[in-house]
């Protein structure tokens, strides 16, 4: 099976990403948005439906009910699980059917009945299930640092919605050359931190480092001081998770003195599920454990003042406009009209480097996963407090180191 | 050719259900709503346009000119006929063409054009068109009863339009389970003699009862006398009638022990049309011939309290919210988010029964059409006074009857 | 390589239609309408974007970037052209790579780059590109008449923009019949010259006559002293070029008198290019020689007072109304609802024997082309002042000449 560009960005059962995609927890919700009613979610290609059941377990289960097919995003929620409204059928949230109102009582017909259903977890905030082949005995689902609570400041977003391939979105995180280009007049720029890393007259160098868990970009400028250099490092876990240095340094116009230490005490973890090959959710996750008190307040007072700075004007009609000034803005400008990769024409050059490289490391999980071999990344070393962390170096360092 | 559920519900020509449904005459539309101006309608997957021409006639043909190809819907109604907008064709109910203003004078052209054209019948407010096979000689279009007047008060709903494939609201009335379970909390359970059916506590038994039109859904309670039982009915007349026990015993909070007799002199019969896959048209004709002087003013009245009783959240942006408390809206959610049939994942148990007699009748009928036999139910016996009657019976009988 | 009918609505590369079509010059733009932002615009099946750099040159290139397949819609335009916001690509207009920021100084890997660029010219307000197969040496851009400023009074419309197939459009101009029919009861009817030919109760005599740049429409009826005849041509130059009798005569209600000399001295010239095969544009310019200063002013008054004059009565939901009295309204409504030909059946008469010249002069174009011949018409002979024109008369001339 030679696995090709064109199977990364698909994600429907049988493709060659979407199987690779199934060997994964993958985060389909947050805990703040899930409320006492159903909750359609696509996930990979496949109607679901999360809901949360009175005694508090979380199921994911097929949306369509296994009896006639009417959809459990209209069911009711109750003790034991969800109820269909046509007719009362009652799944737990493993999927067992409980309940069939209009079948003679003591009938066995419901022990026979299987309603489509995922593993799900739940971890600081954030809802993970497992769509893969082993839904019985699934890899375990990690203990992501920022994610579990030992005393520093967590803040979960809502889900952000996307319509276009997830893979352009990851893709763009092995690529720094865009954070001083794309965003080289944002907000983040103009930052007392930012400023090394955004400006595209004096840009950073940047080097793709293979990792255990898939590779990081590591951005380096000469420190302050002789024999030091600020480095700006953004991870890509396989198969969609990201830790960019989008730090309070960067982000929050904080003394970037503080960093001259080991490094930041910020995190900012993203995780990208598809939905299908043509939209993605995107939940992200800031866990601060310096001294500021009220970090969070602050950055989502900065975060308003980022708005989009271009005029526009009356004659201008382009559907995306304006973006300039806003990252996030920015990011969907120059991701959200590329094609799916594989299908686009391209031309790469060195500065593409990182992207090269995560290509190249996926197409061989995908190939690796299409073998029945463990992809590159599935695992990664809990600490010794049993926590993962994706180590994005942000901060001051040794030049040379 | 093996026929089977796949092939139920598609309705274009030359599949097996849409030649199956070719066979028959259906509902296209209301008088009332049939304004002095054409009106495109899309039945069995066919563009069509109908329109009543300035002398009475009722024509329905094919939207596009068979000159080159501009929509009659835009034409205009003479006393002969329908003129197309571009160049003036005229053509008749029966889609000869009489005028075509840019030939010479006296030109023989126009003899060879023909518009496809149906025959169209009116009946007690209700438009019924055959699209099939023999437009030269047509199967009878059968005296429904409560469309032809005998001294009764009859009333003509408007045209409901519904987004989804006919065969899923079709089966659902020979589905009564789904009455007191999805309709269990709805007005309907609050009345009088509903509430005899519409208990998910004590539900009624039933049984499917094979008929010469088609079947019948059977429900019965035992009654408030020794040796009665109240009886519920709703008939399957195929290929795409219905009648249901939808009575002013159920809805006006009529005394029950008016059922007291040979049953009740309230009928409600539906007639679906496809319009193609994914749309229908459903049309309701109630005919009532007891004494009440106002029947349908109160049950307007009462169908106005029956709005959906469902509070809705702000957070829940489920779109066919709100749903419960109104049947119509319940049918909606249950019917509507269901695929089309054979292209479901099912499980069907005994409860099913109705719906699985339906399907197998409708497979035969399909397979019989597709023979060239006739399919059952193509013919009613009319009665004494020429009236063709769908018997179900809604009232009190002596049990085991 | 038999042609029919059905090869001619498509555009797209590797068509019949859209080979053909790639052999010209088409409009793809206005002058007036092109501001300083880039404009997206798909031509043929294919998504461009049009420019003017900071110098005044133009550009049509490739909208998805050659890089990694951003739109350059977002482009910022430069001095030199347009940069891509992803990596700041920048191309100038005829697609060579000039910058990439991201790449070390000095590298050669922009001269291997080459992004998709099409020739183009700018005329009279309008603005012409060659999509066709050798874009270093495009066949000469016509210098037509009505374009090129020699002492007149010029009007470039804003392009127009249709959601069918463009030519439905025009080969509506090789049928005078619909003129009599479709637009009796317009406005252009009410008018001095107008009546002439658009009255059905007693309409034009007309011919179709081939003409080297392709055909065109001669509508006569005897003048108003003897041995003469009004005359209103109408010219269809290929692949896709129209000059209407839509002069002040026509619509201005000039003295018609002023047509007894040599003919107009008014041409409205038509360019039509299709976005794809469901959607064209529409670029018009009129060219006035006589002595009215105002005429413009004048035309525009009356286009206001042209709105449709039918009722719409309030159960009317038809999707296009009103549209009687307005003949661009009109146009639609006929041709918008056409399916595209090849795939609608029809009768064609006597009375369309212009569209069955046209059909067959075109599908000889298209076969010409495939088999790299030169099709007819793609030359047109210059006058002497270098000028080209498409000889559509408008006047009064003897009868039979």
């Given at each position: 099976m030679a696995i090709t560009n064109s199977d990364i960005p698909h994600v429907g059962a049988g493709t060659g990403g979407g199987d690779w995609l199934r060997r994964y927890w993958l985060a389909v919700g947050t805990t703040r948005e899930l409320y006492d009613i159903p909750q359609a979610v696509r996930v990979l290609g496949e109607d679901l439906v999360l809901f949360r059941d009175l005694k508090g377990a979380l199921g994911l289960l097929g949306?369509?009910?296994?009896?006639?097919?009417?959809?459990?995003?209209?069911g009711d929620i109750e003790e034991r699980g969800i109820r269909c409204p046509y007719h009362g059928w009652l799944y737990d949230v493993s999927g067992?059917?409980?309940?069939?109102?209009?079948?003679?009582?003591?009938?066995?017909?419901?022990?026979k009945v299987r309603q489509a259903s995922y593993p799900v977890r739940e971890q600081g905030g954030l809802i993970f299930a497992y769509l893969g082949p082993h839904p019985e005995n699934p890899p375990p689902c990690l203990n992501f640092s920022p994610l579990v609570d030992h005393g520093g400041q967590r803040l979960v977003e809502d889900a952000r919605h996307f319509d276009y391939n997830w893979f352009n979105f990851y893709e763009n995180s092995a690529d720094p050359c865009h954070v001083w280009i794309l965003h080289g007049t944002s907000g983040y720029g103009r930052q007392s931190w930012g400023n090394r890393f955004f400006s595209i007259d004096d840009p950073p160098a940047f080097e793709p480092v293979e990792t255990p868990y898939g590779m990081k970009i590591v951005m380096t400028k000469p420190g302050s001081e002789d024999g030091t250099q600020f480095v700006d490092e953004m991870s890509l876990g396989l198969p969609s998770i990201l830790q960019v240095g989008d730090t309070p340094y960067v982000h929050a116009e904080l003394d970037p003195q503080l960093g001259v230490n080991a490094g930041s005490d910020y995190e900012h973890l993203m995780f990208l599920t598809p939905n299908d090959d043509d939209h993605f959710m995107l939940f992200t996750v800031d866990y601060y454990t310096g001294p500021e008190p009220d970090i969070f307040e602050r950055l989502a007072e900065i975060r308003k003042r980022e708005l989009p700075t271009q005029e526009v004007k009356p004659y201008d009609k382009r559907p995306l406009m304006p973006f300039r000034g806003n990252v996030r803005q920015e990011d969907i400008v120059a991701q959200g009209t590329q094609d799916l990769v594989g299908l686009r024409a391209e031309q790469l050059g060195p500065s593409d480097r990182g992207v090269i490289m995560l290509r190249k490391m996926v197409r061989e999980a995908i190939e690796a996963a299409a073998a029945g071999r463990d992809p590159k990344a599935m695992h990664l070393d809990e600490n010794a407090e049993g926590l993962v962390k994706l180590d994005s170096f942000v901060g001051v360092r040794p030049a040379g180191g």
């Open positions: 949306r369509s009910c296994a009896h006639r097919g009417t959809s459990l995003e209209y067992r059917c409980l309940e069939q109102p209009a079948e003679t009582k003591g009938s066995e017909f419901c022990h």
